[in-house]
């Protein structure tokens, strides 16, 4: 009662500090959610297909070259290539970055990284091919989906808020975390309990892992409001290295009801963000 009681009087001046919970900016023009096996059967090898860039708006043209779990494609031309360039902002990466794939009528929801690897068999002035996961996708290595290609295909949907108001904490952790990986605000301010200028703080991140979590059956904490969950938490920092969190991620609900929230601010500065 006395934890509950302490939760209460802490979200009642987070509200009057003005820093209550809030929405990111709307999306519109949501892709749809279309399983992979039907994706498989729409865009088959040798297809060719737009991608939009959900944050930028921009658009290129891709060819689907192989892939048997996910899509393996190449920019159509250099022009293609050099705007795929432009949209991570001019330098490649394995950041996943939310999309849609546009086929005919079709808008899909999707997430591509933008590295390139692997065979070429265009002339478009890229060294390899790039992936594009779509609902139900793996990697090569796993049976499952990537958890950051995940939400970026509910991002590009606008069914994020909806995932995350059914995730039980430690999904929302996980994903909270992969917020920062893919240094996606959009994701990490709709998990966070309070309002923070994220961009210079995820700027700074070159990668995160989590190595430890504790974990109680989600089943315990059906009337939990306060949870704090001991983790531990590899960073890559740039121009700093490698640097290790071992702690508690403090997480506050409004309601048995409500959906879970990472308490941000004390989580930022024992993980030296300030």
């Not at 979200?11 to 749809?32: M, P, R, S, T």
């Not at 995820?202 to 315990?220: F, Q, S």
């Not at 121009?239 to 929230?261: C, M, N, T, Y």
Request: aromatic share 10%.
């Amino acid at each position: 009662m006395k934890k509950a009681v302490c939760c209460f009087l802490l979200v009642i001046q987070i509200l009057l500090n003005g820093y209550g919970v809030h929405a990111a900016n709307e999306i519109k023009d949501n892709g749809e959610i279309t399983d992979w096996n039907k994706v498989n059967d729409l865009l088959p090898k040798y297809s060719k297909f737009t991608v939009q860039d959900m944050e930028t708006g921009k658009k290129f043209k891709v060819q689907r070259r192989a892939g048997s779990h996910h899509a393996d494609v190449q920019p159509l031309t250099v022009k293609d290539t050099k705007i795929m360039k432009k949209i991570y902002g001019g330098k490649w990466s394995w950041k996943r970055r939310a999309i849609y794939v546009i086929h005919k009528k079709q808008r899909i929801a999707a997430s591509m990284h933008g590295m390139p690897h692997g065979a070429g068999a265009l002339h478009n002035n890229f060294p390899g091919h790039f992936c594009i996961h779509f609902y139900g996708s793996t990697t090569h290595r796993t049976n499952s989906m990537d958890l950051s290609h995940m939400l970026m295909i509910y991002k590009a949907s606008g069914k994020l808020n909806e995932y995350l108001a059914n995730a039980d904490p430690y999904q929302v952790i996980n994903a909270y975390i992969a917020g920062f990986k893919q240094q996606d605000s959009v994701i990490v301010s709709k998990i966070s309990l309070q309002k923070v200028k994220w961009n210079p703080i995820l700027d700074k991140v070159e990668n995160v892992r989590i190595t430890r979590l504790e974990i109680l059956p989600p089943e315990d904490l059906t009337q939990e409001i306060s949870l704090d969950v001991p983790a531990e938490i590899d960073w890559y920092i740039k121009e700093v290295g490698r640097q290790k969190f071992r702690g508690q991620i403090h997480l506050i609900r409004f309601s048995p009801a409500d959906v879970w929230r990472v308490d941000s601010k004390p989580f930022i500065k024992e993980n030296n963000f300030n």
